[in-house]
């Protein structure tokens, strides 16, 4: 087994990213500055798979901070297994990429995995000393966090590509790609 060297390894690239941590009943949102330093909680939307509008609420962050990637979690069983949740996660991705993509944002959503980050966000929020009836309010943004947090470091750990990359809709039934020179604008 070879190991890549500093040379080899993969340049960070600059640029906003933001986490989403995607629930029944919340989404939590999160974002880092260009330099992927600091990653930050900007709030909690109501999940609305009906209207979908907390996914128009995460594309107009996106387009406002001019964001270059958003992860989304994917939960998984501990075993690896995806679950109903992975595919409500799966579902959301899908959707807020087609609508980044038609909304003009130059932004790739990618799934990674998101096994413990709600665990690890209300381990969090106690050890902070939060009451656990307070946790409901803020969990789902520390797991955004926690989600950015995880892609950050991998990103910076030179390894390239992290988690899923989720095509906008007409890509992934075969329609006309972002970057196909036959597209009309």
Known sequence: MTHATADQKAEFRRGVRLGVDVGTVRVGLAACDADGILASPVCTLDRDAKTNRDV?????EALERG?????VGLPRSLNGAETASAAMARAFAGILATALATGGAECEVRLVDERFSTVEA??????AGL???DHRKVVDQVAAVGILEHALSLLKSGVGTVGELVPP???RGGGIRRDDPNRST
Do not use: M
Request: hydrophobic share 45%.
């Open 131 to 133: 009451s656990t009836r």
């Open 169 to 171: 809709a007409a890509e």
């Open 67 to 71: 964001a270059v990637q958003v992860f």
């Open 56 to 60: 128009g609420l995460v594309v107009d």
């Open 122 to 127: 209300h381990r969090n929020l106690r050890s």
